[in-house]
């Protein structure tokens, strides 16, 4: 790219949209959060979590965690889950990035 050129990704994020490879929670579980106001977010990478996914974010919930930041570096072994969890977690508690070849 030229340098002060835009790209897609950057341009996603100046207009208040998110980038095409995050997603978040489109789901009603919220976060609990602790009456004592700390909050604390979780930044992981993760693959091949099959069926644990869910169980492995709703202990995350249970104890208070403000927000989960999955990263996955190979997507495809873990769709069915990823989709599952989107599906489960509300927006304010969930947010994903799919590793893309680009």
Same mark, same amino acid.
């Given at each position: 790219?030229? !340098?002060?050129? !835009? ?7 100046? +207009? =208040?949209?998110? *980038? *095409? @490879?995050?997603?978040? $929670?489109?789901?009603?579980?919220? *976060? ?5 106001? +700390?909050?604390?977010? !979780? +930044? ?6 099959? $069926? ?7 202990? @995350?919930?249970?104890?208070? !965690?403000?927000?989960?930041?999955? @990263?996955?570096?190979? *997507? =495809? ?9 989107? =599906?489960? @977690? ?5 947010? +994903? ?6």
């Amino acid at each position: 790219p030229v !340098v002060g050129e !835009v790209g897609e990704r950057d341009r996603a994020l100046m +207009v =208040g949209e998110d *980038p *095409p @490879y995050l997603a978040r $929670g489109r789901g009603a579980l919220a *976060p609990l959060l602790p009456a004592d106001g +700390v909050r604390v977010a !979780v +930044v992981s990478t993760l693959r091949d979590m099959g $069926g644990q996914l869910l169980a492995w974010a709703e202990w @995350y919930r249970i104890i208070g !965690v403000a927000h989960l930041f999955l @990263y996955f570096d190979d *997507p =495809g072994h873990d769709e069915a889950a990823i989709e599952e969890a989107m =599906g489960a @977690y509300a927006a304010e508690f969930l947010s +994903v990035v799919r590793h893309t070849e680009a």
